[in-house]
Every structure is written in structure tokens, then in C-alpha cells.
């Protein structure tokens, strides 16, 4: 069993940035693959970001590609998702999810363990 706690997110205006954390718990967090996803109200949960359990393999999904990166720290158990140049579009709620497996994956079905989310709010 994994565990995991996203924290970082919040209200800021359209630009700003902010830094989403997932503090993970329970098992090897080196042997997961980790991904962020969000969901807005009325719509699906959607894929956000990926990366494998070395820290490499990374995907984005076009909305946020060049806008947003994810890393990890396997020392401390944690994966990073630092958004940049925020639009009243990202708001929704971000989980993160893990894997276990090398490669993470773009489809919620690929992920075996989900946080609670975290909420973030882009203001225009």
C-alpha cells in the first residue's frame, strides 16, 4: 500500500506560478512511476504529467507542456509539479497518482494508487 498527500496549491492570478508537492508513504517510493492528473468541475480527470521511477521518461500533456515540469527525489519520497505561467484554465484539482512500474502512463487506468487532490485556483 502506497500513501499519498499532495499539498502546494492554492488561489493566484493568471502568471503566477505555484508549486505542487506529493509526499508519498508506505512502500519503495523509487519503485513507482508517478504521475499528476486533475480534474475540473464538470469534466473528467485528465492527465497532467508523468515520470518514471529513475526520474526520467517524462510526458507532459500539450496543455502544459513547456508551461509546467515535474520532478521527483527519491531520498525524500516526494514528486514535484512546478506550474509556471498559470491560466484561468488550470484550475481544477490535482492528484497525484503512483505506479508501479518503470514507465508511468497517460491513462488513469495505468496508476494504482491516487491522493486526495489539492486545489488550485488561477484567477483572470
Known amino acids: 500500500q502506497v500513501q499519498l498527500v499532495e499539498s502546494g496549491g492554492g488561489l493566484v492570478q493568471a502568471g503566477g506560478s505555484l508549486r505542487l508537492s506529493c509526499a508519498a508513504s508506505?512502500?519503495?517510493?523509487?519503485?513507482?512511476?508517478m504521475g499528476w492528473f486533475r480534474q475540473a468541475p464538470g469534466k473528467e480527470r485528465e492527465f497532467v504529467a508523468t515520470i518514471g521511477w529513475r526520474g526520467g521518461s517524462i510526458i507532459y500533456a500539450d496543455s502544459v507542456k513547456g508551461r509546467f515540469t515535474i520532478s521527483r527525489d527519491n531520498a525524500k519520497n516526494t514528486v514535484y509539479l512546478q506550474m509556471n505561467s498559470l491560466k484561468p484554465e488550470d484550475t481544477a484539482v490535482y492528484y497525484c497518482?503512483?505506479?508501479?512500474?518503470?514507465?508511468?502512463?497517460?491513462?488513469?487506468?495505468?496508476?494504482?494508487?491516487w491522493g486526495q487532490g489539492t486545489q488550485v485556483t488561477v484567477s483572470g
Open positions: 508506505g512502500r519503495t517510493f523509487s519503485n513507482y512511476a
Open positions: 497518482a503512483a505506479a508501479k512500474s518503470v514507465y508511468g502512463s497517460t491513462y488513469l487506468s495505468g496508476y494504482d494508487y
